[in-house]
C-alpha cells in the first residue's frame, strides 16, 4: 500500500469538515472536485473511512490514554482522527492484514401492478414504481443499491462515512445527501434531481457528471448524454399519479407505457419522429393509451402481449 502524506491530510480534512453538521453544500461540491481531480484523491478518502469504521476494532491498550475517547461519541472522536489515523494503520500493517468486515445481505424488492415505499434502517426511503426490481445491501462503509430494471425516486438520509451508491446496467449514482428519481429499461437510463447533488457516471468509460437541484441526465444505449433543465418538484411526478413530458420523443412515451403495462409497447418508424408534451395520468392501460390518442398524433393498436403506436397516417 502506497501513502501519500500530503494527499493523506487533505483526504482526512475533508473528512472531517464533511463529518460536521453544518458542513455545506458548497463544500460537498468542492469535494467533488478534489476526489475528481486525482485517482489517489479517491483512494486516500476511501483509506480514512475504511480506518474510522476500524477505530471500533483496534484494542483500548493501543488508543490514547483518555477515558473520553472510549465514551465519547462518534462527532467527538473526529477530534481524535489524525492521531488514530496513524495509530490504526500501524496496528493493521504489524499484524499485515486489514480487518475484515462481513458484508450486509442483499435485500431484494419487486413491484408488479402497485408502487411500493421502502424504509430503510438508515433513514432513508425509496419509492418504487410499478413494475421496477432492485435490491439493497448495507454494509459498513457503504450502502449500495442496484437497480435491476424499473424507476424509483430515492430520499437518502446523509451519512458522510457510508455513501449511498446505486448501480444500474452500465451507470452509477454516488449521492451525497439527496431526493432524486432514477429510471433504469432496456437501453435508457436517467436521473432527475429534486433536491441536493448527485454524481452520475452515465456509463462505464465517461467522466462522472454532477447535477444539483432541477438537472437531468439522459443515456438512450451508447449514444451521447442528454443534459437538461427539469422542474424540481416533477423529478418524480409519478407518486402523484401523473406522468409529466415536455418535448419529449413518443420513443421515451412507450418506454414509460412499457413499464406500467408490463408488456412493450412498440413505436412504427414514422411516428419516432413525433415530440410530445402533455400530462397522462395513471390508470389502467386503456384509459391511459386513450389519453395518449387524444393528447398526440398517434394511433392505438392494442393485443394481450403487445401495444403498438403509429403516425395518425397508419404507418
Known sequence: MTLHPDIDEQAQGWFVRLNGADASEAEWLAFQDWLEADDAHRLAYDRVEQLWIELDEVPATVLPANEDFAEARPRRRLNWLYPAVGIAAAVALAVGVWPMFMAGEAVTYTTDDAPRTVQLADGSTIHMNRHSDLSVRMKPGRREVMLADGEAAFDVAHDAQRPFV?????????????AFNVVSHADRFSVSVERGVVAVTPAEGQPPLRLTAGQKVEQVGNAAVVRSRVDPAGASAW?????VYRNASLDQVGDDLSRYFGKPVTVSASARDVRFTGVLRVGDEAIMLEQLRELAPVQVSRSPDRVDLTGRDGR
Open 166 to 178: 446505486i448501480t444500474a446496467d452500465r451507470h452509477s449514482v454516488q449521492v451525497l445527501g439527496t
Open 239 to 243: 407518486r402523484n399519479g401523473v406522468l
